[in-house]
C-alpha cells in the first residue's frame, strides 16, 4: 500500500496516484474514473472510456446531395468554353 498526500491545483483537492498502481489499471494522464466516498474510503473505480468506432458506409449513411451552390459550381466547371480561357 502506497501513501500519497492530498493536493490542491487551481482549487480541486488532488489525490496524487502512483505511478505502479497507475501503470497496472493502463491508466494514465486524462484517463476517465469514477470517485466515490463510502464508510471514511475514497474509491476510485477505472471507467472504460468509450472509442467510437466509424466506418465509411456509416459516415455517408446521413450524407445529403451536394448543396445549391456547389451543383452550381460544377456546372460552371463543366461548361464549355465561351472565350479563350486556359484549362
Do not use: C, F
Given at each position: 500500500?502506497?501513501?500519497?498526500?492530498?493536493?490542491?491545483?487551481?482549487?480541486?483537492l488532488?489525490?496524487?496516484?502512483?505511478?505502479?498502481?497507475?501503470?497496472?489499471?493502463?491508466?494514465?494522464d486524462?484517463?476517465p474514473?469514477?470517485?466515490?466516498?463510502?464508510?471514511?474510503?475514497?474509491?476510485?473505480?477505472?471507467?472504460?472510456?468509450?472509442?467510437p468506432?466509424?466506418?465509411?458506409?456509416?459516415?455517408?449513411?446521413?450524407?445529403?446531395?451536394?448543396p445549391?451552390?456547389?451543383?452550381?459550381?460544377?456546372?460552371?466547371?463543366?461548361?464549355?468554353?465561351?472565350g479563350r480561357?486556359?484549362?
Amino acid at each position: 500500500m502506497a501513501i500519497a498526500n492530498l493536493k490542491i491545483v487551481d482549487g480541486d483537492l488532488v489525490l496524487p496516484l502512483p505511478m505502479d498502481a497507475a501503470n497496472k489499471l493502463s491508466l494514465q494522464d486524462g484517463s476517465p474514473v469514477d470517485v466515490s466516498a463510502e464508510e471514511g474510503r475514497i474509491i476510485v473505480t477505472t471507467k472504460e472510456r468509450h472509442i467510437p468506432q466509424y466506418n465509411l458506409d456509416d459516415l455517408l449513411a446521413d450524407y445529403e446531395q451536394w448543396p445549391q451552390e456547389m451543383k452550381d459550381y460544377r456546372e460552371w466547371i463543366d461548361a464549355p468554353r465561351v472565350g479563350r480561357e486556359l484549362i
